[in-house]
């Protein structure tokens, strides 16, 4: 879950800089403190439906922008191949399902 936060508050702020806001700006907004929204940004914590629509409201772009889901599913891609390929090692390591997949992430784009 947090390498999704992570993704999503790298875009939050990639959005936020490019409307020229700055982290109060932003809060202000939204009716956050500042902290809460470099947290967000950060990935140190998760942000409901609710908060993620306002935010996007205020940067003029739409939710999936936001979590550019599209890039993630393109990314998993060849972790799901490589699971269907090798189902057996990946219940012998028994690696928590984020770190295995980051895992495999960073090997196929060393290829």
């Given at each position: 879950m ?82 269907n ?27």
């Open positions: 947090r390498s999704i936060n992570t993704h999503v508050g790298k875009m939050i702020r990639k959005y936020r800089k490019a409307a020229n806001l700055t982290l109060q700006q932003l809060a202000d907004a939204i009716h956050k403190s500042r902290a809460t929204i470099c947290k967000y940004e950060n990935g140190d914590i998760s942000m409901d439906i609710e908060t993620l629509y306002e935010i996007s409201q205020v940067l003029q772009v739409s939710v999936p922008q936001l979590t550019d889901i599209g890039r993630l599913q393109a990314e998993a891609e060849p972790y799901e191949r490589w699971c390929q090798y189902p057996r090692k990946r219940r012998e390591w028994q690696l928590p399902c984020d770190a295995f997949y980051l895992f495999r992430i960073r090997e196929w784009k060393k290829q």
